[in-house]
């Protein structure tokens, strides 16, 4: 029901052409025409300082491009991930969304991530400053000054990330560019279908409704392939094959597993390929799926 009476303002906000900001409306423009993946690299560990080669992060590139991806989304500009924009851009992928994690600026940590992300900037279309950071790694003020600081250095349209639940404080539905949260059916009990996609879509028409004529991108949905019993590769599938069907922007969570996230036990299982680039089920299903253009008609 939900879903019905809140589409016509989904509608408007996905014919949404000029905003005034030619470098948002460009980015626009790559969100709506793009398959968009969320991208760690494989043999990547930031616990340890573990960057892979670039001959490496060309080989998960190429790889996502086989399948189809033309669009990136990163999760920060430390030494690994500086240069994924170059050689993504330099290797098929059209649009990339930098992320940037450490926003201390005054910190040795912070101004290095900083500086690697204004250097990036000729082969980025967008910054996410922060992922799930609010109340513990930054302040709203702060994130608020990072992401104007970031805008005016860089001429770029950037934006933040939390989690869906997050967006009914005003204030952080008015900060940045567009809006791109974080929804997880999995860490909201929803595990079963089509229990887990419904209430995915309704929680995006919900964003979508408080956003003030702000684009809604999610940055991150999916499901895992281990380490609980419902999260298997079958149930992965199922959600992909459904899902990427509706009427949503999103981005596929996520390209590769990534075996350093353990402080839970399905962290490292949500990527459509296995740490060592194996395909799983599910990604076949993303190869034959519309492009976002397409699939919203």
């Not at 933040?160 to 940045?176: F, I, K, M, R, W």
């Not at 199922?238 to 596929?252: I, S």
Request: glycine share 8%.
């Amino acid at each position: 029901m939900l879903e019905r009476v809140l589409m016509p303002l989904g509608a408007a906000v996905w014919a949404r052409r000029a905003s005034g900001d030619a470098a948002l409306d460009s980015l626009i423009a790559k969100f709506n025409s793009l398959k968009w993946i969320a991208y760690s690299p494989t043999h990547y560990d930031p616990q340890t300082s573990a960057w892979p080669s670039e001959a490496s992060i060309k080989a998960d590139i190429e790889l996502l491009v086989r399948y189809r991806m033309r669009g990136i989304v990163t999760y920060g500009c430390n030494d690994g991930l500086k240069n994924v924009p170059r050689i993504a851009k330099e290797n098929g992928i059209q649009g990339v969304v930098a992320g940037i994690y450490d926003l201390k600026r005054g910190t040795a940590s912070g101004d290095k991530e900083w500086n690697n992300a204004l250097a990036a900037a000729p082969y980025v279309d967008g910054y996410c400053a922060g992922n799930e950071g609010l109340y513990g790694a930054y302040t709203l003020s702060e994130l608020q000054s990072y992401i104007a600081a970031l805008k005016k250095s860089t001429g770029k349209p950037v934006a933040t990330t939390e989690q869906q639940e997050d967006y009914s404080d005003p204030a952080l539905v008015a900060t940045g560019d567009w809006i791109f949260p974080n929804v997880h059916p999995f860490w909201h009990d929803r595990r079963t279908f089509p229990q887990a996609i419904d209430w995915t879509v309704e929680r995006y028409n919900w964003l979508v409704s408080i956003a003030g004529g702000k684009y809604v991108m999610i940055k991150e949905t999916g499901f895992p392939t281990a380490g609980d019993p419902a999260a298997t590769e079958d149930n992965q599938k199922t959600f992909w094959e459904t899902f990427q069907t509706r009427k949503t922007r999103f981005c596929y969570f996520e390209a590769f597993d990534q075996p350093w996230k353990t402080w839970r036990p399905v962290e490292p299982y949500w990527g459509l390929f296995d740490k060592d680039r194996k395909p799983k089920k599910a990604a076949a299903i993303i190869m034959t799926a519309a492009q976002q253009w397409n699939r919203m008609k």
